[in-house]
């Protein structure tokens, strides 16, 4: 099926008084119709940079250095802010993460469901407004002629979420970027707006891209799963391969530091804090919190190696040449459950272009010295062991 | 709506407790006041003061001339002047809050109602000529006394243009230079503010998706922002009023206006206890009904506080 979305080789900056903060530095994926896209990551990965770069909502410092972002064919980096109008709220609509403070305090609801109906559909008011109602009604509010003349206040959290999910599907949007819907809310009411979003999905037939450091969530909403570090995507696959096949240290640590069923004693955390974008490090980004990084993570960048065709890596441990690790006794139980293919270990062409880029040196990549392969966990020292 | 009124009704009942605490308060602090009525003592016989003061009921224990004091102001009464040939107080107020009102009202409906235009239009191209030419503006207005306005404009337009009168109360020209000395203050204060707020406003969440509904910068500033941005600014018209009602005096004097702040300051130099007494009810009355005023506001633009005196049963 034909992508709705490409995001090709995106670079975005922000200028601050300390410098120029390299927020995200390179990023491809795509979503096809129907898909739901989750991005993950800790907090100033770039998931939210990203998801709004889609939506042309950036900051004003903020700037689009280079890439394109095809949205049904058309670059919308080139596009004009009214050309971006017609779009937002009708085409591409957002969630946002806080359902208290997402909705006008002074407006009834109802007005301001119909607000992007009136704004982008030729329909006379009171069909905009029993539109709204029927939204009400289909995002589980009950009594929706009674609620539509009430004001936010008089909803609860998961009520307002709902509301606010409701805004989004008023003009049945194609892609609809949920930016952490569920991180404000407790969980019983969590499990309920994401089966409300997964029902209406259904129905409704759109392609999320799902934003949130849940990794629970993901498992729960997301067909594809793309893990954020540092402004890349270090870890692209199907959930599947993500939670039970995961390849990049970083996603490793993250499935660790994951509470489950069997979790005893303490709890993994990943060392370290993620690299200051004013001045991104050389090499792999979360190579100085990694406790397998390799020598050559600390000089190249390491290109996005193929595992499967659905599911990409960027990290040298995926080199032909690099030493065999032992991932966390966590991961190996996972990876133990997922039936093994064949992998195919080889960087693929197209994607491995992107981070070659910023590589440095006319080293081939494919033919590093077994020396620069070997594992550095001598030269670095304590700093790399997981502090609890 | 019926917890409404009662709120209503409550809240009129503290007023007239506040009325009453003024009117004592006031009442004994001007008794410790030196001085007495009679700008010629010197040349008044024990006998003659002894008989004014019988006849305005000065002789009473002071206890006694509150009581008849309460008396009169619960029937009406406002007592008559001593310095105006025994005219009723509240025939010289009435005859004199005309032109007060007038000036007064003209400067904080122009005062805020430019000063929120300024305040928003700054607040939308932040960071541009346009704000820092604004924000100046604000700060030149709040930080320059309104009587050196006052002279500047009648220097300006009265002297030099020759467009409106200099000091002379005849009818709407000769009020335009007072209301604008008077609405230099309101402007500034309520465009910083107003400045203040959108700014929060603009950055808030709800904004974010009234944008991502694809509405324009204006748009969104039209039908979410300026709200929002309003309701703290309501909480500062009741002390912008008490300040224009104060600042008036000397507005009114510069400006030769018949007004209440002249007739203020007039009687407070010749101990004309009935008029100060009168004065000071009548901006007690004027201050505790604009703070009412204020509340109710509050509750149309804001709608969680309507609901909040609501419920409070």
Same mark, same amino acid.
């Given at each position: 099926?034909?992508?709705? *979305?490409?995001?090709?080789? *995106?670079?975005?900056?922000?200028?601050?008084?300390?410098?120029?903060?390299?927020?995200?530095?390179?990023?491809?994926?795509?979503?096809?119709?129907?898909?739901?896209?989750?991005?993950?990551?800790?907090?100033?990965?770039?998931?939210?940079?990203?998801?709004?770069?889609?939506?042309?909502?950036?900051?004003?410092?903020?700037?689009?250095?280079?890439?394109?972002?095809?949205?049904?064919?058309?670059?919308?980096?080139?596009?004009?802010?009214?050309?971006?109008?017609?779009?937002?709220?009708?085409?591409?609509? &957002?969630?946002?993460?806080?359902?208290?403070?997402?909705?006008?305090?002074?407006?009834?609801?109802?007005?301001?469901?119909?607000?992007?109906?009136?704004?982008?559909?030729?329909?006379?008011?009171?069909?905009?407004?029993?539109?709204?109602?029927?939204?009400?009604?289909?995002?589980?509010?009950?009594?929706?002629?009674?609620? &539509?003349?009430?004001?936010?206040?008089?909803?609860?959290?998961?009520?307002?979420?709902?509301?606010?999910?409701?805004?989004?599907?008023?003009?049945?949007?194609?892609?609809?970027?949920?930016?952490?819907?569920?991180?404000?809310?407790?969980?019983?009411?969590?499990?309920?707006?994401?089966?409300?979003?997964?029902?209406?999905?259904?129905?409704?037939?759109?392609?999320?891209?799902?934003?949130?450091?849940?990794?629970?969530?993901?498992?729960?909403?997301?067909?594809?799963?793309?893990?954020?570090?540092?402004?890349?995507?270090?870890?692209?696959?199907?959930?599947?391969?993500?939670?039970?096949?995961?390849?990049?240290?970083?996603?490793?640590?993250?499935?660790?530091?994951?509470?489950?069923?069997?979790?005893?004693?303490?709890?993994?955390?990943?060392?370290?804090?993620?690299?200051?974008?004013?001045?991104?490090?050389?090499?792999?980004?979360?190579?100085?919190?990694?406790?397998?990084?390799?020598?050559?993570?600390?000089?190249?960048?390491?290109?996005?190696?193929?595992?499967?065709?659905?599911?990409?890596?960027?990290?040298?441990?995926?080199?032909?040449?690099?030493?065999?690790?032992?991932?966390?006794?966590?991961?190996?139980?996972?990876?133990?459950?997922?039936?093994?293919?064949? *992998?195919?270990?080889?960087?693929?062409?197209?994607?491995?272009?992107?981070?070659?880029?910023?590589?440095?040196?006319?080293?081939?990549?494919?033919?590093?010295?077994?020396?620069?392969?070997?594992?550095?966990?001598?030269?670095?020292?304590?700093?790399?062991?997981?502090?609890? | 709506?019926?917890?409404?009124?009662?709120?209503?009704?409550?809240?009129?009942?503290?007023?007239?407790?506040?009325?009453?605490?003024?009117?004592?308060?006031?009442?004994?602090?001007?008794?410790?006041?030196?001085?007495?009525?009679?700008?010629?003592?010197?040349?008044?016989?024990?006998?003659?003061?002894?008989?004014?003061?019988?006849?305005?009921?000065?002789?009473?224990?002071?206890?006694?001339?509150?009581?008849?004091?309460?008396?009169?102001?619960?029937?009406?009464?406002?007592?008559?002047?001593?310095?105006?040939?025994?005219?009723?107080?509240?025939?010289?107020?009435?005859?004199?809050?005309?032109?007060?009102?007038?000036?007064?009202?003209?400067?904080?409906?122009?005062?805020?109602?430019?000063?929120?235009?300024?305040?928003?239009?700054?607040?939308?191209?932040?960071?541009?000529?346009?704000?820092?030419?604004?924000?100046?503006?604000?700060?030149?207005?709040?930080?320059?006394?309104?009587?050196?306005?006052?002279?500047?404009?009648?220097?300006?337009?009265?002297?030099?243009?020759?467009?409106?009168?200099?000091?002379?109360?005849?009818?709407?020209?000769?009020?335009?230079?007072?209301?604008?000395?008077?609405?230099?203050?309101?402007?500034?204060?309520?465009?910083?503010?107003?400045?203040?707020?959108?700014?929060?406003?603009?950055?808030?969440?709800?904004?974010?998706?009234?944008?991502?509904?694809?509405?324009?910068?204006?748009?969104?500033?039209?039908?979410?922002?300026?709200?929002?941005?309003?309701?703290?600014?309501?909480?500062?018209?009741?002390?912008?009023?008490?300040?224009?009602?104060?600042?008036?005096?000397?507005?009114?004097?510069?400006?030769?206006?018949?007004?209440?702040?002249?007739?203020?300051?007039?009687?407070?130099?010749?101990?004309?206890?009935?008029?100060?007494?009168?004065?000071?009810?009548?901006?007690?009355?004027?201050?505790?009904?604009?703070?009412?005023?204020?509340?109710?506001?509050?509750?149309?633009?804001?709608?969680?506080?309507?609901?909040?005196?609501?419920?409070?049963?």
């Amino acid at each position: 099926m034909e992508n709705i *979305l490409e995001v090709k080789d *995106l670079h975005i900056s922000f200028d601050t008084y300390a410098g120029q903060v390299r927020a995200i530095r390179g990023v491809n994926f795509d979503l096809k119709p129907g898909e739901t896209l989750a991005i993950v990551g800790e907090s100033g990965s770039g998931k939210s940079v990203t998801s709004r770069s889609i939506m042309r909502l950036l900051a004003s410092n903020a700037n689009v250095d280079n890439g394109e972002i095809l949205f049904k064919g058309e670059d919308l980096v080139k596009k004009s802010e009214k050309e971006m109008q017609k779009i937002r709220g009708s085409e591409i609509a &957002m969630i946002f993460q806080d359902p208290m403070t997402s909705l006008n305090p002074t407006q009834k609801i109802g007005k301001q469901i119909a607000e992007p109906i009136i704004k982008h559909q030729a329909v006379s008011k009171e069909e905009a407004y029993k539109k709204a109602e029927e939204l009400l009604r289909l995002v589980g509010i009950p009594n929706p002629e009674k609620r &539509m003349k009430q004001y936010p206040h008089q909803f609860s959290g998961g009520q307002r979420q709902r509301i606010v999910i409701a805004i989004a599907l008023g003009c049945n949007p194609d892609i609809l970027i949920a930016d952490e819907p569920t991180t404000a809310l407790d969980v019983t009411i969590q499990a309920q707006i994401l089966e409300l979003m997964k029902e209406l999905q259904h129905k409704i037939k759109t392609s999320i891209i799902f934003i949130t450091h849940d990794l629970g969530v993901v498992a729960n909403v997301a067909d594809r799963v793309a893990v954020m570090y540092a402004g890349k995507f270090v870890e692209v696959g199907t959930v599947d391969e993500i939670f039970y096949n995961p390849q990049h240290p970083y996603t490793w640590g993250l499935l660790s530091s994951m509470p489950t069923l069997e979790t005893s004693g303490y709890l993994y955390a990943i060392p370290g804090t993620p690299p200051d974008l004013l001045n991104p490090p050389k090499g792999d980004a979360f190579a100085p919190r990694s406790e397998y990084a390799l020598k050559v993570d600390t000089m190249y960048e390491p290109p996005l190696f193929k595992v499967s065709d659905t599911h990409f890596a960027a990290t040298w441990l995926l080199h032909p040449d690099a030493p065999k690790v032992t991932p966390p006794a966590e991961i190996v139980a996972r990876q133990s459950g997922f039936r093994t293919k064949q *992998l195919q270990i080889q960087p693929s062409d197209d994607l491995s272009q992107m981070s070659g880029q910023d590589l440095e040196g006319p080293q081939d990549k494919n033919n590093l010295s077994v020396d620069e392969l070997t594992t550095d966990r001598d030269g670095k020292g304590e700093a790399n062991e997981p502090r609890y | 709506m019926k917890s409404y009124t009662k709120y209503l009704g409550k809240r009129v009942l503290y007023m007239i407790l506040t009325l009453f605490l003024i009117a004592s308060i006031t009442f004994f602090l001007m008794k410790l006041l030196p001085g007495t009525p009679y700008s010629n003592q010197d040349k008044l016989s024990e006998e003659q003061i002894f008989i004014m003061n019988e006849k305005y009921g000065l002789n009473e224990p002071i206890i006694v001339q509150y009581g008849i004091y309460l008396l009169g102001l619960v029937t009406g009464d406002l007592g008559t002047s001593f310095q105006f040939n025994n005219t009723p107080v509240a025939e010289l107020l009435s005859s004199r809050i005309a032109p007060s009102a007038q000036i007064g009202i003209q400067a904080v409906v122009v005062g805020t109602i430019l000063g929120i235009v300024l305040g928003v239009i700054s607040a939308m191209k932040q960071g541009t000529w346009v704000d820092t030419t604004a924000t100046l503006t604000a700060i030149l207005g709040r930080s320059i006394p309104n009587f050196v306005f006052a002279v500047l404009l009648q220097l300006i337009f009265g002297v030099w243009l020759g467009w409106f009168p200099i000091a002379l109360w005849s009818g709407f020209a000769s009020s335009i230079l007072p209301s604008i000395a008077l609405a230099i203050s309101p402007l500034a204060d309520s465009a910083r503010f107003m400045r203040t707020e959108m700014v929060d406003v603009l950055s808030s969440d709800y904004v974010e998706l009234a944008k991502a509904k694809g509405l324009s910068k204006w748009e969104v500033a039209f039908k979410h922002g300026i709200r929002n941005a309003l309701i703290p600014l309501v909480t500062l018209l009741g002390p912008m009023a008490v300040a224009l009602m104060t600042g008036s005096m000397v507005v009114e004097n510069i400006f030769a206006i018949p007004g209440i702040g002249e007739q203020f300051v007039k009687s407070i130099l010749t101990n004309d206890y009935p008029t100060i007494m009168g004065v000071t009810m009548l901006y007690s009355l004027l201050l505790v009904s604009v703070i009412l005023l204020v509340d109710v506001l509050y509750g149309i633009i804001d709608p969680r506080i309507r609901v909040a005196t609501e419920g409070g049963e």
